[in-house]
């Protein structure tokens, strides 16, 4: 089973640190502060988060999965182990062909 809470100084291995959800998306807060935010994500298979602008860059790690990200309309198919950059303020979309976990961290300037 996994744990509800993240521990400041213990392992973790963040696949497990998150369950699917039939038809739906779970996200969980890591740590929030000033400086930004990191939040663990997972998408069952067909789910997604429609076209949107973030104010800050985001970083999207793949865990588990895969996943299609639209950015400016161009669509970065990701799977498991990869990463791409979300740049500040230009539309993005993100779609899971088939179900995925992703870690997303977000950084204010």
């Known amino acids: 089973m996994a744990k ?3 521990q400041k100084g213990v392992s973790m291995f963040l696949p497990d640190m998150i369950e699917y959800s039939a038809g739906g998306v779970i996200s969980k807060q890591i740590l929030k502060n000033k400086a930004g935010n990191i939040t663990l ?7 997604g ?12 790690q793949i865990l588990d999965g ?4 639209t950015i400016d309309g161009q669509t970065v198919s990701l799977q ?3 990463t791409v950059i ?12 088939k179900k995925f976990k992703m870690l997303l961290t977000m950084i204010k300037g």
């Open 4 to 6: 509800k809470t993240f």
């Open 41 to 47: 994500f997972s998408f069952d298979k067909g789910q």
């Open 49 to 60: 988060l429609s076209e949107h602008e973030a104010p800050f860059d985001a970083v999207v």
């Open 66 to 69: 895969k996943a299609d990200i």
């Open 80 to 82: 498991a182990g990869e």
């Open 86 to 97: 979300m740049p500040a303020d230009i539309p993005h979309a993100l779609h899971a062909p």
